[in-house]
């Protein structure tokens, strides 16, 4: 059992930083993939960043890639999204995920907080 919070939204201008941080209760948490999500207002929700269970590898969206840095903190049970350069594309609804399964699909992970709005100004 997983419980998962998210903060750190807001709105920022274009070109400006947020970080995003996701904690998480239940002992099984350190060991499962941590996952980054993003679902803009019409659109299908989109994979964004992924942690694998190891901890030592992790994958970006090319949208994101260069800008978006996902890292964690075991002892702490939280994971974070640090966000650099954003754009107005980037403006969204950020969910983070975890699972006991690595995967870029939504629909592969159990654990779900409940979201953190993003919003970019230009």
């Known amino acids: 059992q997983v419980q998962l919070v998210e903060s750190g939204g807001g709105l920022v201008q274009a070109g400006g930083s947020l970080r995003l941080s996701c904690a998480a209760s239940?002992?099984?948490?350190?060991?499962?993939?941590k996952a980054w999500f993003r679902q803009a207002p019409g659109k299908e929700r989109e994979f964004v960043a992924v942690?694998?269970?190891?901890?030592?590898?992790?994958y970006y969206a090319d949208s994101v890639k260069g800008r978006f840095t996902a890292s964690r903190d075991n002892a702490e049970n939280t994971v974070y999204l640090q966000m650099n350069s954003l754009k107005p594309e980037d403006t969204a609804v950020y969910y983070c995920?975890?699972?006991?399964?690595?995967?870029?699909?939504?629909?592969?992970?159990?654990?779900w907080g409940q979201g953190t709005q993003v919003t970019v100004s230009s």
């Open positions: 995920a975890a699972g006991p399964l690595s995967s870029v699909l939504s629909a592969s992970y159990d654990y």
């Open positions: 239940g002992r099984t948490f350190s060991s499962y993939t």
């Open positions: 942690i694998v269970r190891s901890g030592g590898s992790t």
